[in-house]
């Protein structure tokens, strides 16, 4: 990726560059290697405003991080000099939650040459600069999606690991990939599974209405792939998830006035299986290839 251009960037200007004093040597250094990235990528990437910390602490980030962020900037690197959890949880609570300003934290010894290889580094930078693109709203790269007209949807449930009762669901859904890399995205809380079907379902609506707003019409196909799903669920899953997504498709595709509704193909994604699969080639055994899919036999007939 650092010697080619990305499918779509958008450029890095009026941002800030936050490091503290005792990180300069390592935030300066990596700060060319960005630049240097940048230069094979043919990304158009603005000079920072610097902002050098006095020490590390956790206020003295916060206070700069309002400074910046009053000037309204379109992104903020920030150098931590280790992975300590609560100074990370406050610069984003503050920056992407409070703020909506995209951000990128950045851990000292990642920004390090190991035994003086520059070329770690500047993969490390590589990375970097795709995540930032990425968060600006670029995108680094797309495939050839062979079909018009396709929203495809993926949802997944985290739960509370302080509080086992509260979970939070994720909702994300492309706009055509054939025409556009723009997606809509979505985060609830909930305490129930009644909650998570009515999240799902608002969601949809979400998703529908923001691939009419971005092509004037609504999506002939809807994959959705369901994730965070165990075996004692499925059921559930598919008699209240699925018939409420497919009363909201009818309810909302009835406006169209031609009678027609969508394609809807829902996979629930399952991966706690013990199942091992294996290429036999004479007396040796590899794993399977790329793109393999297996579906009979072995497979539970219902699924």
């Known amino acids: 990726m650092k010697n080619n251009q990305m499918y779509m960037s958008i450029p890095l200007k009026r941002w800030f560059f936050v490091f503290p004093k005792r990180t300069e040597r390592d935030s300066l250094d990596f700060l060319e290697h960005l630049r240097t990235v940048a230069t094979g990528m043919h990304y158009e990437m603005g000079e920072p405003k610097t902002v050098v910390l006095s020490d590390d602490r956790t206020v003295t980030y916060i206070n700069n991080l309002n400074d910046c962020i009053a000037k309204d900037p ?41 035994k003086g290889n520059i070329g770690g580094v500047l993969s490390i930078a590589t ?7 990425s968060k600006l709203g670029g995108a680094p790269w797309m495939i050839n999606f062979p079909l018009k007209g396709t929203m495809t949807i993926g949802f997944d449930v985290t739960h509370d690991t302080s509080d086992r009762s509260k979970s939070y669901g994720a909702f994300v859904a492309s706009m055509d990939l054939k025409e556009t890399v723009k997606y809509y995205s979505a985060a ?5 599974g009644n909650e ?21 019409c609504l999506p002939e196909r809807v994959f959705f792939y369901r994730d965070g799903v165990g075996d004692g669920q499925i059921e559930y899953v598919h008699s209240q998830e699925v018939g409420r997504l497919v009363q909201t498709l009818s309810s909302i595709y009835s406006t169209r006035g031609d009678g027609k509704t969508p ?23 590899s794993n399977p290839n790329a793109g393999t899919i297996v579906d009979d036999v072995i497979t539970l007939p219902e699924r």
């Not at 990375?127 to 693109?133: A, E, S």
């Not at 379902?201 to 092509?215: C, E, P």
């Open 188 to 192: 609830t809380h909930h305490k129930d």
């Open 127 to 133: 990375k970097v600069m795709i995540q930032i693109n």
């Open 263 to 285: 394609k809807f193909t829902f996979i629930i994604v399952n991966k706690r299986i013990n199942t091992r699969i294996f290429q036999c080639e004479g007396s040796r055994f």
């Open 74 to 114: 379109k992104m903020i690197i920030i150098v931590v000099p280790n992975n300590a959890g609560d100074r990370y949880a406050a610069i984003k609570r503050l920056t992407c939650v409070n703020n909506a300003i995209p951000t990128q934290v950045i851990v000292q010894k990642t920004m390090i040459p190991k």
């Open 196 to 216: 998570m079907s009515q999240n799902i379902d608002t969601h949809l609506i979400g998703a529908l209405k923001a691939f009419r707003q971005t092509h004037g």
